[in-house]
């Protein structure tokens, strides 16, 4: 017999699917699992990314900075999948019509070049499990109808997860300080967010380290070769077709996005 609770996550995962299949945003699912229950919104995560065919190439981590987590009353970050048709690093433009409200946020990414799933993960070991950082352009999305979203929202929808794009630039973490960055994102050539690494959780690293810790804590572990987003350096910009943003992380490079209201040829 289906429980309450199952039900629930059924429900929520059923309307987040038809609200990106149809392109139209829903309403938020805390009417079915309430705005503390954080364990069934990850079910809920979970049952919407085993309807997804393409592989797994890592995750991101969200709500890293103290300033959200304070908007929406949380204590904590949290996670969502990445996809290998949600990086378009390689497209010339980004289209918007995979999205429906997107904002935007540069990070600095990480790429694994070991597993992170041993019993005692500590900073050091999250350090040396990283192969080289770049620059990120995270491309957010909700399918919850205008961003109205708690913390259980969030989290079923994937970690409101959209698009990514990695810079060409790698640094190993030998040659560059992920907590010491600063960044600084345009629009257009418009200063429209800047930060430092301190803001992600005091340090990127810091992210890394409870992602790991956590993803372990739900039975999927972090593996070589992922890539992992590790949360905005500063405040998100809304964007649209026809323009076109940059960021600049001190050391470690830029990154850059030009959007289109047309799918790639």
Not at 139 to 151: G, L, P, Q
């Amino acid at each position: 017999m289906t429980t309450e609770r199952e039900q629930a996550i059924a429900e929520a995962a059923d309307r987040l699917t038809t609200a990106a299949v149809k392109r139209e945003p829903c309403s938020p699912v805390r009417d079915l699992l309430g705005t503390t229950d954080i364990r069934s919104a990850y079910e809920v995560q979970r049952c919407l990314n085993a309807r997804r065919t393409d592989v797994v190439t890592g995750r991101k981590i969200g709500l890293t900075s103290p300033a959200v987590q304070k908007q929406l009353g949380v204590d904590q970050p949290d996670f969502g999948v990445l996809f290998a048709d949600m990086d378009v690093s390689a497209l010339d433009e980004v289209p918007t019509t995979r999205l429906l409200q997107p904002k935007v946020e540069a990070e600095i990414a990480f790429l694994l070049a070991t597993d992170l799933d041993g019993d005692d993960l500590d900073l050091a070991a999250v350090r040396a499990a990283v192969a080289y950082a770049m620059p990120a352009l995270e491309i957010v999305d909700s399918r919850v109808a205008d961003w109205d979203i708690t913390i259980t929202d969030t989290v079923a929808d994937n970690a409101s997860s959209g698009l990514y794009v990695l810079g060409e630039s790698r640094l190993p973490l030998k040659a560059f300080e992920p907590r010491e960055a600063t960044m600084r994102m345009y629009v257009d050539d418009v200063l429209v967010s800047e930060g430092t690494g301190a803001a992600c959780l005091g340090d990127p690293l810091n992210a890394l380290l409870w992602l790991a810790r956590t993803a372990r804590e739900y039975g999927d572990p972090l593996r070589a070769g992922q890539v992992v987003l590790s949360g905005a350096l500063g405040p998100m910009a809304g964007v649209s077709p026809g323009v076109t943003v940059l960021a600049e992380i001190s050391t470690l490079g830029t990154v850059t996005a030009a959007f289109t209201d047309k799918e790639p040829s």
